[in-house]
């Protein structure tokens, strides 16, 4: 009911910079949660950051003071600014939405490399 699209993975050099996006589509409920997990090889899914339409936000511990979620709930949209990116950042990022049913969209590919 829910279609999740991401944008703006690149490869970056270690200290740089992204910026993801994620449009949420269809059955949009007005209370919700939309954010970001991330999935490297060998590892599992870790969550990166979330944010309610009321604006709480809650960030995984390896990404807090680098990485800041933002949503524009009018466009039904949810971003990520990853700043002083490291190599462990490496990973596929993936846009998240719940509303009582967790959905998921495909991964943005963000890679941190000399």
């Known amino acids: 009911q829910v279609q999740l699209v991401e944008s703006g993975g690149a490869l970056v050099q270690p200290g740089g910079s992204l910026r993801l996006s994620c449009a949420a589509s269809?059955?949009?409920?007005?209370?919700?949660?939309m954010g970001w997990y991330r999935q490297a090889p060998g590892k599992q899914r870790e969550l990166v950051a979330l944010?309610?339409?009321?604006?709480?936000?809650i960030y995984g511990d390896s990404v807090k003071g680098r990485f800041t979620i933002s949503r524009d709930n009018a466009k039904n949209t949810v971003y990520l600014q990853m700043n002083s990116l490291k190599p462990e950042d490496t990973a596929a990022y993936v846009c998240?939405?719940?509303?009582?049913?967790?959905?998921w969209g495909q991964g943005t590919q963000v890679t941190v490399s000399s």
């Open positions: 998240a939405y719940n509303d009582l049913k967790y959905y």
């Open positions: 269809g059955s949009i409920g007005s209370i919700n949660t």
């Open positions: 944010m309610s339409s009321t604006g709480s936000t």
